[in-house]
Nanobody
């Protein structure tokens, strides 16, 4: 059983920054793919950024150059640094760990960007 807990969301003005954290209950990030997703009201959940199983990173076109995904394996924690935030980034952000035997999701953290 793996538990993912996101934190770091909040209310920020456009142009501001936030750093989201995803803490895992075990040493699962170092060799596994994981990612950050978001879901805005009335919209489908979408990929924001992810690590592949090979360790490379992928970003949604809408966040390239503004968001950075990283992880600290010693702390079993992944991060999403979000800079130059825009109102359209407003959503609930989720951490995901898709293991072969189970697809784990965190509970989400709300990010609201005011104009």
């Amino acid at each position: 059983q793996v538990r993912l807990v996101e934190s770091g969301g909040g209310l920020v003005q456009a142009g501001g920054s936030l750093r989201l954290s995803c803490a895992a209950s075990g040493s699962v990030f170092s060799t596994n793919a994981m990612g950050w997703y978001r879901q805005a009201p009335g919209k489908q959940r979408e990929l924001v950024a992810r690590f592949t199983s090979g360790g490379t990173t992928n970003y949604a076109d809408s966040v390239k150059g503004r968001f950075t995904i990283s992880r600290d394996n010693a702390k079993n924690t992944a991060y999403l640094q979000m800079n130059n935030l825009k109102p359209e980034d407003t959503a609930v952000y989720y951490c995901r760990l898709p293991l072969t035997y189970y697809d784990y999701w965190g509970q989400g953290t709300q990010v609201t960007v005011s104009s």
